[in-house]
């Protein structure tokens, strides 16, 4: 009898799977210039700021219980390819046109998004600007003005300033990568409660429902002539309506189960994109992608900063006390927001 092992006959089964296997293996290496040209071209389009290094140790304490707190920025700058976007060219200034504060707690199961009023007068501490300089600390200037002095790291440290929150993350997305995004899931469908007639920006719509192109959603999230009392504040209540009706479409669409249409949003998305150096890869972003896929716009909790009316300017607005740092302290000890933060005393029609 031989010494050698004799093989035992493959099944039917086995031979399927075993061609099945070199199948898929032959797949990917036929794709595999794809595969690399994709990753490569998705990861060159990110930018990223090290928001650790701009800030130093001079931040609220960083407490590793799971939770997580982002700064969501949506940029207007007006220079390169957004320059035909929302109103035109405005010499190429950027401002934060829209700020949020997203509070994730451990498990990811609901989230609390923290609109602040870009005309909230506030105090900005002193701080490094992008270019590396110096920027005194000041009283009284408004939120929105913040990025345009300071840059990223600056509107970091402010908002961490004005709520002793830290912020673990930092997104920032420019009209560009908004309208990319949204054309890129095809629209987003929005339901109105009343019409919207904006003669400044062209946007008009019925109540009901519409599925908004990029161009209009970007309109519809920046109007403030054609709702309440023409204010900032106004504008608000659409922009986390949108924001719920963007991420339930993302989930109706399976973004994520759909390499194809993943690719599209991701490319759309990421050109546009700068994140914290912490957040600013591609590995870094699928997984943190991946740890939100329990979350559930039923969940997600909006609302606005409380603010009143500023008694100097009337213009402006500053921050509602007790209420916003009830609020702030409820984000801190991941706690849910007390009613009172809820409402705030200038609210804009």
Known sequence: MSKQTRRKPRTRGARIRRALGWTVLALVVVGGGLGYWA???????????????????????????????????????????????????????????????????????RATAVSIPRDTLVSRP?????????????????????????????????VESMSGVRMDHYVELDFRGFKGLVDALGGVPVTLDRPIHDKESGLDLSAGTHRLDGTNALAFVRTRHGIGDGSDLGRIGLQQKFILALLSELKRQNVLGNPAKLYKTADAATKALTTDSELGSLPKLADFAR?????DTSTMETVMLPV??????????????????????????????????????????
């Open 291 to 295: 740890s939100l896929k329990g979350l």
């Open 126 to 158: 002193a701080c490094t600007t992008a270019s590396g300089s110096a920027l005194p600390a000041a009283d009284r200037v408004m939120f929105n003005s913040v990025y345009t002095s300071g840059g990223p790291a600056c509107v970091v440290k402010t």
């Open 308 to 349: 009143d009316y500023d008694t100097t300017d009337p213009n402006r607005v500053v921050a509602a006390e007790p209420q916003a740092r009830d609020l702030w302290k409820a984000l801190r000890e991941d706690r849910p927001v007390p009613a009172g933060s809820k409402r705030s005393p200038a609210h804009g029609g």
């Open 39 to 109: 990753y490569t071209h998705l990861a060159n389009n990110l930018s990223t700021v090290d928001i650790n290094q701009a800030l130093g140790k001079d931040r609220p304490k960083d407490v590793d219980d799971g939770a997580r707190n982002i700064l969501i920025l949506g940029s207007d700058s007006r220079s390169g390819a957004n320059k035909d976007l929302a109103g035109g060219d405005t010499g190429g200034t950027a401002r934060s046109d829209t700020a949020m504060v997203v509070h994730l707690p451990q498990g990811r199961k």
